[in-house]
């Protein structure tokens, strides 16, 4: 069994910063991909960010040049760095990972449980 485990939400004013992480733990051969989504109240969820086992980088256009993936494979760790945060950033940021099981060595794919991110105006 995998679990991702996400952290560093929060409440922040416009303009600020926030830095989410996402730990992989469990039976894993190899973290493939793992991304960042979120979902505001009564829309869908969306991805966000996006970093491959080699540091490829997918962006939405959204947040190009405001927010940075970034990955630890050594710790199975996917981080978000957010700057200049927006009201419209506001919402719960999940984490997913596309993973090799360990166990019998299929491909899976994992969510975390999510973390709030507000931006106050």
């Known amino acids: 069994q995998v679990q991702l485990v996400e952290s560093g939400g929060g409440l922040v004013q416009a303009g600020g910063s926030l830095r989410l992480s996402c730990s992989a733990s469990?039976?894993?051969?190899?973290?493939?991909?793992m991304g960042w989504y979120r979902q505001a109240p009564g829309s869908q969820r969306d991805m966000v960010a996006s970093?491959?086992?080699?540091?490829?980088?997918t962006y939405a256009d959204s947040v190009k040049g405001r927010f940075t993936i970034s990955r630890d494979n050594a710790k199975n760790t996917a981080y978000l760095q957010m700057d200049n945060l927006r009201p419209e950033d506001t919402a719960v940021y999940y984490c997913?990972?596309?993973?090799?099981?360990?166990?019998?060595?299929?491909?899976?794919?994992?969510w975390g449980q999510g973390t709030q991110v507000t931006v106050s105006s």
């Open positions: 469990g039976s894993i051969r190899n973290v493939n991909v």
């Open positions: 997913k990972a596309q993973l090799t099981s360990g166990f019998d060595f299929n491909i899976r794919t994992s």
């Open positions: 970093i491959t086992s080699t540091n490829n980088t």
